[in-house]
């Protein structure tokens, strides 16, 4: 959470005050991924079809996904990925199931940490994230700062760069294409 001798920044106080607490991992649910096999991940695939241009045909991937078992947090997140640009509000419906689904898994009152090192709980966070983002684009401030805030609460190291977009959605500044 930075370098020794550097100043804390605001958002990682109270998390350093609050001292060591419990670490958890999220279990993934990747219907038809063979562990042993990792050109079998669906959402691998999923990317690679819409890196080519073919979003049509990745979304039916992720789709299929959610058809086998709903909770499938990464397909949650990488559809509203998808549409993201084009259709705010469905990507924020797919970022909100998501993490409504990985509620599920969690102590309503967890106090403990989700770290990104952990490959299963970043399926959680990319949710948290995507709906995040949604909330800045729709104006939506400061649910957007407070989903923020738990991101960073959850997640501390900030490999999704929120503590970067704090600043702006606390001062109201509109969401921008420019933007993350």
């Known amino acids: ?30 219907p038809g991924a063979d562990p042993d096999d990792p050109d079998s991940d669906p959402i691998l695939k999923a990317n690679n079809l819409r ?15 959610l058809m086998k078992d709903l909770r499938c947090l990464d397909a949650h997140a990488h559809l509203g990925n998808l549409v993201f640009s084009d259709d705010v509000r469905s990507a924020l419906w797919h970022y909100e199931r998501g993490m409504l689904i990985g509620r599920l898994s969690l102590d309503e009152d967890l106090d403990g940490v989700l770290p990104w090192g952990l490959i299963d709980n970043r399926p959680f966070l990319r949710c948290m994230q995507g709906l995040g983002l949604c909330l800045w684009r729709l104006q939506r ?20 760069g929120v503590r970067f977009l704090l600043p702006q959605v606390r001062a109201g500044i509109e969401w921008s294409d420019s933007d993350p």
Not at 141 to 160: K, Q, T, Y
């Open 1 to 30: 959470m930075g370098e020794e001798g550097e100043p804390i920044e605001e958002w990682a106080t109270p998390i350093i005050a609050r001292g060591p607490r419990p670490m958890y991992e999220m279990e993934q649910v990747l």
């Open 51 to 65: 890196d080519a241009g073919r979003k049509g045909r990745a979304r039916q991937v992720l789709e299929r996904l």
């Open 141 to 160: 401030f400061e649910e957007a700062e407070n989903l923020f805030g738990r991101i960073l609460w959850l997640s501390p190291s900030d490999n999704l």
